[in-house]
């Protein structure tokens, strides 16, 4: 269907879209990180020109 100035436009059903959101398993793994950092499990990077000293 074109409308306006020879600018074309489709319509579909929102449901065919293929970002249906975030992955409920990825969301998963971030709220448990939250709960992880604010219970103290962290990392503390000293420099940040060798962050694998503290790392590894």
């Known amino acids: 269907m074109n409308r306006g100035e020879g600018k074309a436009f489709v319509v579909i059903p929102i449901e065919s879209l293929e970002d249906g959101g975030y992955n409920p398993d990825f969301v998963k ?20 020109e060798n962050i694998w000293a503290d790392i590894l």
């Open 29 to 48: 793994k971030i709220l448990a990180a939250d709960i992880s950092a604010k219970n103290g499990n962290t990392t503390r990077i000293n420099d940040v």
